[in-house]
Structure formats: C-alpha cells, structure tokens
C-alpha cells in the first residue's frame, strides 16, 4: 500500500543517520555534583566555628530580639490581628489558611535566624580567635 523510499543526503548518507539524538550530545549528570570527598577546608572550618558559637548563644536574648522584631511597624502579626479585628472568629476557632499561617511561620524563622546570625557575627567580630 504505502511504499517505503529511502531518503539520503547530499553526501549520499541515508537521512537515519541524521538524527538528533539529545543523549549523545548531554553531559553526564555527575560532571556538575562536587565529588564527596572535596571539602573547602577553610570553609569547613569557619562553618564550624559559627557553630560552636551559635551553640553559646542565650536563647531569652533571641527570644527578646524576635518579639522587639513582631512589636515593629511591619510585623508579620499585624495581618492577623487586623483580620480578627475586622472579621472576628468563632470563640475558640480561629480561622486562617495554611498558606497564611506558613507564610507567619516562614517569617518567624527568618526573624530567629537573623537574631541567631547577628548574634554570632557580633560574637566572632569581638572575640581573639583560639589557637
């Protein structure tokens, strides 16, 4: 029914070979993974030490920092409470959408963490390093 031509080139090749194959022209997928054993040792180190510091830090001064943090202008719970002001909830249910809340608690992280960092800079800034 259907006869089947063979096409070729202008350089007398058959048009199969041709084809655009994305495999053979990817790279491999580990050539752009750091291997395992590469470690920044510098880097390593510095890592480390924040570490050791953080460890030192009192948590009732973070918590202050985090909650002079909600108590300014543009607190993340400003949203929330204006909400409950406007629209009032049910007594003892509250309402809210997860991606709100998420967002409430993204944003609380990133307070905690900003504390946590300053603190430590202004820890490693001061402190003679140790031999």
């Known amino acids: ?53 953080a460890s030192t830090i009192d948590r009732t001064r973070i918590l202050e920092v985090v909650l002079s943090d909600l108590d300014a202008d543009d607190s993340p719970l400003y949203e929330f409470i204006d909400d409950a002001i406007a629209t009032p909830h049910e007594p003892g249910r509250p309402k809210e959408s997860i991606t709100k809340l998420a967002r409430l608690g993204q944003s609380l992280l990133n307070l905690i963490a900003k504390a946590v960092d300053d603190q430590v800079n202004l820890r490693m800034g001061v402190e003679v390093p140790r031999d």
């Open 1 to 53: 029914m259907f006869a089947v031509h063979e096409r070729f080139n202008d350089k007398g090749e058959p048009m199969e070979s041709q084809q655009f194959s994305p495999a053979a022209y990817s790279s491999d997928p580990t050539y752009y993974t750091p291997d395992d054993d590469f470690e920044d040792e510098d880097d390593n180190m510095q890592w480390q030490e924040y570490c050791r510091i």
